[in-house]
């Protein structure tokens, strides 16, 4: 069966610092990887998402870049945090087709800048 | 703009009656409509799904009743229950784009018992 994980589970950084947040899939091979940002109480807006190693496509600039290092993996980062980075920050992934294709969220990680 | 839009935003029932979940969008090019319940703290989990070949789509006390014509879509609970209790989310992706998806702001559903 695959999993989902995110790591880490919640973050307090200070407005200015760096930021990496992580995403594996274990048990699916080559997946569709997706980055999405949920503000508290507000919808789901999807950031990037990669079909494959090495490609990411950009959905919304939020001053945040993601990276595919691996297959399972998916990196999303930035150099400096804005007050207006703090949310939930989730990755999903489907598989790669383009079918209908659901989408399956991991467990998020939630972001407080101060 | 808001490409999925979703009413009520907020809604409360009781127990045993059926709740009823409004979506609508305008782009012509949307051909897969997911929706997700999110438990508060909780990432979203798919509930049902339909696509443009179907006006309809049941599993088990929830439906969603599709109109085309109108870009209207609805989300039917039966006998609504305590753990109903979330927000759902009506999303839409656009034709040709792999599983991009776009989401509607959501609607906080509380069932009273």
């Known amino acids: 069966a695959q999993t989902i994980h995110q790591w880490p589970v919640a973050e307090i950084k200070a407005v200015g610092s760096p930021l990496s947040l992580g995403c594996t899939i274990k048990?699916?091979?080559?997946?569709?990887l997706y980055w999405y940002w949920q503000a508290t109480g507000g919808t789901l807006q999807q950031l990037f998402y990669?079909?494959?190693?090495?490609?990411v496509e950009s959905v919304v600039q939020l001053n945040l870049s993601a990276s595919r290092p691996k297959d399972d993996q998916f990196i999303l980062s930035t150099e400096k945090l804005l007050l207006s980075h703090s949310g939930f920050y989730l990755c999903?992934?489907?598989?790669?087709?383009?079918?209908?294709?659901?989408?399956?969220f991991g467990p998020g990680t939630r972001l407080t800048v101060l | 703009q808001q490409q999925v839009r979703q009413s009520p935003q907020s809604l409360t029932v009781w127990e045993g009656e059926t709740t009823i979940l409004n979506c609508s969008y305008e782009?012509?090019?949307?051909?897969?409509f997911p929706w997700y319940r999110q438990f508060p703290g909780k990432s979203p989990a798919l509930l049902i799904a339909?696509?443009?070949?179907?006006n309809k789509k049941e599993d088990g006390r929830f439906t969603i009743f599709f109109n085309k014509r109108e870009k209207k879509l609805s989300l039917h609970i039966t006998d609504s229950q305590p753990g109903d209790s979330a927000t759902y989310f009506c999303?839409?992706?656009?034709?040709?784009?792999?599983?991009?998806?776009?989401f509607g702001k959501g609607a906080k559903l509380t069932v009273s018992p």
């Open positions: 999903a992934w489907s598989l790669r087709d383009w079918g209908f294709a659901e989408q399956f």
């Open positions: 048990g699916k091979s080559s997946p569709n």
């Open positions: 990669s079909i494959t190693v090495g490609q």
């Open positions: 782009d012509s090019t949307f051909d897969y």
């Open positions: 339909i696509s443009l070949v179907s």
């Open positions: 999303a839409a992706r656009q034709q040709g784009t792999g599983s991009k998806l776009s």
